[in-house]
């Protein structure tokens, strides 16, 4: 009697023990389970993420392909017409079945880091950069002293190459440079210096001019847009930052490509049309940009 019952305590006891290692063990594998989601869950939401930066690096470079052909194309038509380029002109581009607006611009039309006078200087950063007047004075006569101090060999002034050597100015971050970028060009020559031609001028240099009056800005560019230069008044503009320029054969050409998300990415290029270059191109290029746009 006393053995059965042994017998049964026994075998009761082993049950439990196999059943609480069965619980353990579904514990074990409800974990890791878990585990095995949350790793898919992670792994899936990383390649969510690599695939729409691929898909924004495919369409960046797409834009970049488009809007340099419609430039080239627009520079080639140039070439055709042998017309010299004198004030701002608007064009468009069917590329692809993409509609896409191009315009040429004089470089007199931008404000010449290389020339500009320090008032102009001044106005650039206080107006087109939004720097106070006092800090943005004291930049502008960076800007001087860096570009008229002698080079190594004592020959001649020290120049700013490109438009990207502002950055080396004390002041002037990569946000700063930003908002100047589109307004200024670092050409030695045939540019323009101490002022501007309103005439080949865009928007927003044009309210550097006027002193950030906009009914100046408007009625020049609706003079401008209807097509006779001679009509266009300048005299709401500042006569010592704006001066009429003539024709010349350097100029920007940019090209807006429309994105599927409403921005634009630009694309321009700073051209010489002069002797032909190395690979036959009747333009050497001298500058080179891209950027995206927000939207509207």
Do not use: C
Request: aromatic share 6%; proline share 4%.
């Amino acid at each position: 009697m006393r053995l059965g019952r042994k017998r049964s305590l026994q075998q009761g006891s082993q049950a439990y023990s196999a059943g609480q290692h069965a619980g353990m063990a579904l514990i074990a594998v409800l974990w890791l389970v878990a585990a095995l989601s949350l790793m898919v869950t992670g792994v899936s939401g990383v390649v969510r993420q690599e695939a729409r930066m691929v898909g924004v690096a495919k369409d960046r470079v797409t834009a970049h392909a488009m809007g340099d052909a419609a430039v080239m194309l627009v520079l080639q038509q140039l070439v055709a017409d042998r017309n010299v380029v004198w004030k701002w002109t608007d064009t468009s581009v069917n590329y692809q079945g993409a509609e896409i607006s191009v315009s040429v611009m004089p470089l007199s039309g931008l404000i010449n880091i290389n020339g500009a006078s320090l008032p102009l200087l001044t106005a650039l950063l206080t107006i087109g950069g939004g720097v106070p007047e006092g800090p943005a004075q004291e930049i502008a006569i960076s800007i001087l002293d860096r570009r008229e101090r002698s080079s190594l060999d004592g020959r001649r002034p020290e120049r700013f190459e490109a438009i990207e050597d502002l950055m080396q100015i004390p002041g002037i971050d990569y946000d700063l440079y930003a908002r100047l970028a589109p307004l200024i060009t670092a050409s030695s020559s045939g540019s323009g210096g101490a002022a501007v031609n309103p005439l080949a001028a865009p928007p927003e240099v044009l309210r550097i001019l006027a002193n950030g009056n906009e009914g100046v800005v408007n009625q020049i560019l609706a003079a401008r847009a209807s097509g006779d230069g001679a009509s266009v008044d300048t005299t709401g503009l500042d006569g010592n930052l704006s001066r009429a320029g003539s024709a010349q054969r350097r100029y920007r050409v940019t090209a807006k490509v429309p994105m599927a998300d409403g921005r634009f990415f630009l694309v321009d290029r700073s051209v010489y049309f002069g002797s032909r270059t190395r690979d036959g191109l009747p333009w050497y290029t001298f500058e080179a940009r891209q950027m995206l746009q927000p939207a509207s």
